[in-house]
């Protein structure tokens, strides 16, 4: 008798093709995130289709009994026997003078204009890490922008940049502008960034802080005791501090700043942050200056091969985010890490369970669903990107 149930509903099973055409954004369907052609069997009935990383883009898709498809809305799908299309918008994206990297659902990691494609009739996102801006792909394959961020004119998106500089002070290490400005010493003078966008720099390349571009183009820290603003311009605060060790043969460095073999050294450094020091391959040692150190500047000797230190806020996983802080103290080292320092898969993993352990105390097809979307939201948030997504997904999907 179940095998002639089973049999029975094959019968009426419908092979379906959903074919994107040359749109290369992710798309969701049956609970799983998917990237170009896919193909199911599938019963008559009624099915929800999704754009993934897009406002306002779903549809439906019905199956009839003839195996024939229909979709809506008309304006993003179309049908033609068993196969579902997606409509296409060729956008052309002007960056401007912006050469920073930026991403949305159709591309990933650019620097530069270029021309992409879009389902039309939908709302998308402009990923500059950490923040993000909207536009919308109209069902005519016209771009609207909110004319802040980006002014759309036809099928073009055009950003609006403003010119910013960040001045670094007597700090003379290496420093990242994320997204903007890879890691380098220096001032960074008239840089085109999109305005009303938070951006991300860390000197000494352990911590980071961050800071607004407001509309008219002007800069607010949000990390006063690092740094302020002064109209368009970024000012690093710098401190004085003296750094030496008694016995140690060999190179010692304070990471991204400077590297010596000398006893003795003092280095201007960015206060309020996380810095990290090495002694040849030994030991590594993460300590904060700033308002948690009373003793300014500080000295932290190094006896043998231990460094010894009095004033310290420990950072265990070396991520910048201080221990008492860091709601994952043992990311991975050179995770990508979030505020609350965890990185993509450990906060996929806190909301949905363990990525290697295949039992689960759910259905597996509500575990699929969890790592899909908080897998999306850690790509949105930075964490990851699109190839490392479409894998954690991939593997969240085969384990069973």
Not at 29 to 40: L, W
Not at 171 to 195: F, Q, S
Not at 291 to 309: D, F, H, K
């Amino acid at each position: 008798m179940i095998l002639s149930v089973v049999a029975w509903v094959c019968a009426f099973a419908t092979p379906v093709t959903i074919d994107p055409v040359a749109y290369p954004g992710p798309w969701d369907f049956q609970g799983v995130r998917r990237h170009g052609a896919a193909s199911f069997d599938l019963a008559p009935g009624t099915y929800g289709l999704t754009l993934a990383g897009t406002s306002g883009g779903t549809g439906t898709l019905t199956v009839h009994a003839d195996g024939t498809v229909d979709l809506a809305p008309a304006s993003r799908f179309h049908s033609s026997g068993s196969t579902a299309y997606f409509h296409n918008a060729v956008v052309e994206i002007d960056t401007v003078g912006f050469t920073g990297e930026w991403s949305t659902a159709s591309v990933s990691r650019r620097r530069g204009g270029t021309t992409a494609v879009f389902v039309p009739n939908a709302g998308y996102l402009i990923q500059i890490h950490p923040g993000s801006f909207a536009f919308q792909v109209l069902a005519d394959g016209t771009v609207q922008a909110d004319g802040i961020h980006a002014e759309g004119l036809g099928d073009t998106l055009t950003f609006v940049t403003t010119p910013v500089s960040v001045d670094v002070g007597d700090y003379a290490g290496l420093w990242t502008w994320h997204a903007v400005r890879d890691r380098a010493p220096g001032d960074a003078v008239d840089v085109p960034v999109v305005p009303a966008m938070t951006y991300e720099v860390d000197p000494g390349g352990v911590s980071r802080f961050r800071f607004v571009v407001d509309a008219d183009g002007v800069v607010e820290s949000l990390a006063p005791a690092s740094a302020y603003g002064d109209g368009d311009t970024l000012r690093f605060e710098t401190l004085l501090v003296d750094l030496w060790h008694d016995g140690f043969v060999g190179t010692w460095t304070l990471d991204q700043v400077f590297y010596t073999t000398a006893p003795s050294a003092q280095a201007y450094v960015v206060p309020g942050l996380t810095y990290l020091l090495i002694a040849n391959s030994g030991p590594r040692v993460t300590f904060v200056i700033g308002p948690e150190c009373p003793a300014i500047p500080p000295e932290l000797p190094l006896v043998g091969s231990v460094w010894r230190w009095e004033c310290a806020v420990l950072d265990a996983d070396g991520d910048g985010i201080l221990d008492d802080e860091d709601a994952c103290d043992d990311s991975a080292s050179g995770a990508v890490v979030g505020d609350d320092g965890c990185s993509g898969v450990q906060a996929i993993e806190a909301a949905c369970g363990s990525l290697s352990a295949c039992g689960r105390p759910c259905p597996h097809g509500a575990f699929v669903s969890c790592v899909a979307r908080t897998s999306n939201e850690a790509r949105w948030a930075g964490l990851i990107d699109a190839r490392e997504r479409a894998a954690i997904v991939s593997g969240a999907a085969r384990c069973k």
